[in-house]
């Protein structure tokens, strides 16, 4: 189970695991949109908040997933 409701987000499994992205995450009473990045971790079984935020909280986000060699190295 997710640990909130969300809705409107994008979700994207690649090799290595199943990641939520985005969205309107429900906050007391009402929906806010979200900056947040999840991760299934796949061992447990729960959701991990990744550290990684997007610049901007949205919802209706599209994910891509690209090869490596497309990265752009931080080191």
Not at 1 to 27: C, D
Not at 40 to 54: G, T, V
Request: charged share 20%.
């Amino acid at each position: 189970r997710f640990p909130f409701r969300i809705r409107e987000h994008a979700l994207v499994s690649t090799n290595l695991g199943l990641y939520v992205i985005g969205g309107y995450r429900w906050e007391g009473n009402n929906y806010n949109y979200s900056d947040s990045i999840f991760e299934l971790n796949a061992l447990s079984d729960h959701w991990i908040e990744l550290p990684q935020k997007m610049k901007v909280p949205r919802s209706y986000v599209a994910a891509l997933i690209l090869p490596e060699e497309f990265a752009i190295s931080c080191k």
